[in-house]
């Protein structure tokens, strides 16, 4: 295999903020050209300018330098201007205010050497028990998820950051988190084909590349989830679509796939189904096994050359298209895209069920749960520490930290005339606990399926960065009317 190396489809990570000598020989001598960069990767902002040269000269001309960087609760450069989640631009409900984020999103990663953001999220939220998407989608409603997710892709690739639309062909209607098991979405194609799979099939000519879902769809392929799946990969979206771009698969670590299948299988298979790219996390003997397992694959004759070398050819399409760039991002442009990020979360502040910001010198009791740690998928929420900055033109408030607000027992709050706020900071569901709280007032700082757990007077603000906390506090002070309309039923 002169002309072709496996390790040209095989996207990894590493540890730690810097290049160590032994990762760079690694990337060397696999031939490796493309790097996902998470949290642990991401330090100062020159830290991570750094880091990304030091990739560009191991890796070439042709390095895929990629992170998730969708808005809202996933992001990995939090120094950059915070862009809204996707619901909350659904709640603004405009598409040249999402195409204006989308741009604004691809103007920072190209600041800090990052050309592949794995966005926007094609997925309908159409399940409000759904762990993992929530807020990270548009809307419930296909059409609308297509136009504001096309809009904001529109903007990136303008300002020269290619996309990955995913997780093809829909993550929005599963009870599973694919992170932790494997999720089945039981729909026949023709329910497929009428909602979940619409926005990637309209998209799929502007979409540079597509990333799978790790989720079994047994009336198409009951044996393989959709990343392993020659029938859904392969068949729809290859030969019946007729896509060209580039596939890559979502992370072989998570235990939907590496609990049934391991490093070394799935990476064969996903190729075989009609991938480009296997996403392999992991130390670099685990990223070696699945390198190792391609280029067995190969020399068998379970993978051909071809396949190899049209896989390589779209890849080195996608990184001469959108090159890694270090733009210059400081001063008043960054300046402006932060305040187009702060309008933007404001424009989405959606009030519920008649909800009014309280006097200001009103007593009110405020529950809140003081840290909730990151995830590994989203960020970590909120402080307390912000929940108290919200309420401080309220000389009357009164903040009550409660260790795990899942756990809050209404019984013991006291009825002596101060007006209760229930603020959450939390990614879960409320679950049985919580109907019985009646709250005054409920901000819903998160998932907005909690406003389903609890009746009356609610807020959302669809996320917690600076401009979304900033355009609640200016609501709760009457300066600022929540006027958007929900794009998922909350009633």
Not at 129 to 149: G, K, Q
Not at 251 to 277: H, N, P, S, T, W
Not at 351 to 358: E, H, K, N, V
């Amino acid at each position: 295999m002169t002309a072709f190396h496996p390790g040209q489809l095989v996207m990894v990570d590493i540890q730690g903020k810097s290049l160590d000598a032994a990762t760079a020989e690694f990337l060397r001598a696999n031939q490796v050209r493309a790097v996902c960069l998470f949290r642990k990767n991401l330090g100062t902002e020159a830290e991570v300018r750094q880091l990304t040269r030091d990739l560009r000269e191991v890796m070439g001309p042709g390095a895929l330098i990629g992170l998730d960087q969708e808005g809202g609760s996933v992001v990995r450069a939090t120094f950059l201007p915070q862009a809204p989640s996707a619901m909350a631009l659904g709640a603004a409900d405009d598409a040249a205010l999402a195409e204006s984020v989308g741009a604004a999103v691809a103007r920072g990663l190209a600041s800090i050497g990052v050309n592949w953001n794995f966005a926007p999220v094609l997925d309908i939220n159409n399940n409000p028990a759904n762990p993992v998407i929530a807020e990270r989608s548009f809307s419930e409603d296909a059409d609308d998820v297509t136009r504001l997710a096309g809009a904001w892709m529109a903007g990136s690739l303008r300002e020269g950051v290619a996309c990955c639309v995913k997780h093809f062909p829909g993550h929005g209607d599963t009870h599973v988190d694919s992170h932790l098991a494997l999720p089945t979405v039981d729909k026949s194609r023709a329910e497929l084909d009428a909602l979940e799979l619409r926005p990637f099939k309209a998209l799929r000519d502007a979409a540079p590349a597509v990333m799978t879902a790790h989720i079994v769809y047994p009336q198409i392929d009951p044996d393989h989830p959709a990343t392993l799946s020659t029938k859904i990969l392969g068949d729809i979206l290859r030969r019946e679509w007729g896509y060209d771009g580039v596939v890559i698969t979502d992370a072989l670590m998570m235990k939907a796939i590496f609990e049934r299948y391991g490093y070394a299988r799935a990476a064969v298979m996903a190729i075989q189904a009609g991938a480009d790219m296997i996403l392999a996390q992991g130390s670099l003997d685990e990223q070696g096994q699945s390198i190792q397992a391609l280029k067995d694959a190969f020399e068998r004759g379970e993978l051909t050359l071809e396949q190899g070398r049209i896989a390589a050819a779209r890849l080195d399409k996608l990184a001469a298209a959108y090159p890694v760039r270090h733009d210059d991002y400081q001063g008043e442009p960054r300046a402006a895209d932060d305040r187009l990020m702060r309008q933007a979360w404001a424009a989405g502040l959606t009030a519920l069920r008649g909800a009014t910001p309280p006097a200001r010198d009103a007593a009110l009791r405020v529950f809140v749960q003081p840290e909730v740690p990151t995830d590994g998928v989203s960020e970590a929420g909120p402080s307390g520490a912000q929940i108290v900055e919200l309420f401080r033109a309220f000389p009357n408030a009164r903040i009550e930290f409660v260790e795990d607000i899942l756990a809050l027992d209404w019984a013991t709050v006291p009825q002596d005339g101060r007006l209760n706020i229930v603020a959450s900071t939390h990614r879960m569901r409320y679950g049985q606990n919580a109907r019985a709280w009646t709250p005054d007032l409920h901000l819903v700082l998160w998932n907005p399926f909690q406003a389903l757990d609890v009746p009356g007077p609610t807020v959302v603000s669809w996320g917690y960065a600076d401009g979304a906390l900033a355009g609640l506090q200016a609501w709760l002070q009457g300066e600022h009317v929540a006027a958007a309309q929900s794009p998922v039923r909350l009633d």
